[in-house]
């Protein structure tokens, strides 16, 4: 589906009148920015966008914020030097254990330990500026036009319009806002779905992060007792 389509679903769902100007009570801006919000979550909770770059490694440097220079990343799946070798992932833990002076050790990079949103450190540190191959899990460009196609599957797509229609209502709270919440479970439980086709899909292929393990979330305390069907 289009954005158009989908903004269209959810005005109509909403039970908003598509005359003069569009949607009165439940601003298009405020659908798109919905529609945009549900498509970001699906995203990181899945891993579902692959993407590849190259990313030049300053020199005598340990830690680096990857963010400014991959503006869509979410997290690496699999990082390789130019020759194609690959640099393996390690938890700071094992990082000290390999080598305690580690941060300042110089050579060429061997292993990579990631930490939060965009923190990576490089063992051993580059002695001159080294081009490593990143492939990542990689957020969606924004949807502005009507003409735009959400970067997820399209058998996902309907699951955009039941996020839009809980984020749009949440601002209403009480009754209204809880009569969303099981469409809220449902996104979540689409998420879980494919997040476990991509997570084997990952294991396959050798890659570094898997996604969330949404099976293993109480969603009861967010959404009730309301169950996906």
Not at 52 to 81: E, G, K, M, S
Request: aromatic residues 10%; proline residues 7%.
């Amino acid at each position: 589906m289009t954005t158009g389509a989908i903004s269209a679903l959810v005005s109509s769902r909403l039970n908003e009148a598509a005359g003069v100007g569009g949607p009165q009570f439940y601003p298009a801006s405020e659908i798109l920015a919905g529609i945009n919000e549900g498509q970001r979550l699906f995203c990181l909770l899945t891993l579902c966008l692959e993407r590849q770059t190259n990313w030049v490694a300053a020199a005598n440097t340990t830690f680096f914020h990857l963010l400014p220079v991959i503006a869509d990343y979410i997290a690496p799946l699999r990082i390789t030097d130019a020759a194609g070798a690959k640099v393996r992932p390690a938890r700071f833990s094992e990082l000290w254990a390999l080598d305690t002076a580690w941060p300042s050790s110089v050579g060429a990079p061997i292993r990579y330990a990631a930490a939060g949103a965009d923190l990576v450190a490089l063992y051993k540190r580059p002695a001159a500026p080294v081009t490593l191959q990143v492939q990542y899990a990689g957020s969606p460009t924004l949807l502005v036009l009507d003409a735009d196609v959400p970067a997820i599957p399209p058998e996902y797509h309907q699951e955009l319009v039941n996020f839009a229609i809980y984020r749009v209502r949440q601002v209403e709270g009480g009754a209204e806002f809880a009569a969303t919440l099981p469409l809220l479970d449902h996104f979540l439980g689409a998420a879980q779905e494919y997040a476990n086709y991509v997570r084997a899909r990952n294991v396959g292929a050798g890659y570094d992060s898997m996604p969330f393990e949404l099976s293993s979330f109480d969603r009861s305390r967010l959404v009730g007792k309301s169950k996906r069907k």
